[in-house]
Nanobody, 115 residues
C-alpha cells in the first residue's frame, strides 16, 4: 500500500514561489508516472502537472511556464516548484499516480496566494 505525504504549502503573496514535496512509500514509486493535482473550494480536483518514470513532463495550460515538476526516485519523492503564483492557484495540492490516481489520497497541502 503506497502512502503519500505532501508538504511545503503555505501563504504567499502574488508573484511569489513555493516548492511542494510529496514523499511516497513503496517500492513501485520509481516505475509509476506521478502527478500533482489541486482542488480549489467548490471546484473539482484537477491535474496540473505530470511526470513519467523516465522524467518526461506535461502541464496544464494554466500553469505552463510557471510550475515545474520533478522527481527523485532514490528518495521516492516528487516535487512541484511553483513560481509567479497567482490568487487562482489557491487550492489544496495533492500528488498521486498519473493519469489514473489509483493510490490512496494523502492529506494534501494548502497553498494560499493572497496579498
Amino acid at each position: 500500500q503506497v502512502q503519500l505525504v505532501e508538504s511545503g504549502g503555505g501563504l504567499v503573496q502574488p508573484g511569489g514561489s513555493l516548492r511542494l514535496s510529496c514523499a511516497a512509500s513503496g517500492s513501485i514509486f520509481s516505475i509509476v508516472a506521478m502527478g500533482w493535482y489541486r482542488q480549489a473550494p467548490g471546484k473539482q480536483r484537477e491535474l496540473v502537472a505530470g511526470i513519467t518514470s523516465g522524467g518526461s513532463t506535461n502541464y496544464a495550460d494554466s500553469v505552463k511556464g510557471r510550475f515545474t515538476i520533478s522527481r527523485d526516485n532514490a528518495k521516492n519523492t516528487v516535487y512541484l516548484q511553483m513560481n509567479s503564483l497567482k490568487p487562482e492557484d489557491t487550492a489544496v495540492y495533492y500528488c498521486n499516480a498519473d493519469p489514473t490516481p489509483w493510490f490512496r489520497w494523502g492529506q494534501g497541502t494548502q497553498v494560499t496566494v493572497s496579498s
